[in-house]
């Protein structure tokens, strides 16, 4: 079993419900996804500010079987290599 916390800037938190649906999750409500072998929760949280700069945050914490996580991971990695603006 594995724990993996990491907090996301400039992704919003409904975003990364969908991506973790496309990826097999279920929504259970109040930012909590189960997936085969994993379980996520993702929360909105104060932006990152730089200077009059604001950036949007999530805290994301996964949990599950260590090949599941693995490959959540990588999945999700495409997906959050986003260009700016």
Avoid at 36 to 50: R, Y
């Amino acid at each position: 079993m594995m724990t993996v916390e990491r907090v996301i800037r400039g992704i919003p938190a409904w975003l990364m419900g969908e991506y973790l649906q496309e990826f097999g999750g279920v929504g259970q409500g109040n930012g909590r996804f189960t997936g085969p072998d994993w379980s996520a929760h993702v929360a909105q949280i104060e932006d990152f500010q730089i200077g009059s700069l604001h950036i949007g945050q999530i805290r994301f914490v996964l949990q599950g079987k260590n090949d599941a996580i693995a490959t959540l991971q990588q999945q999700l990695e495409v997906k959050l290599l986003r260009g700016g603006g």
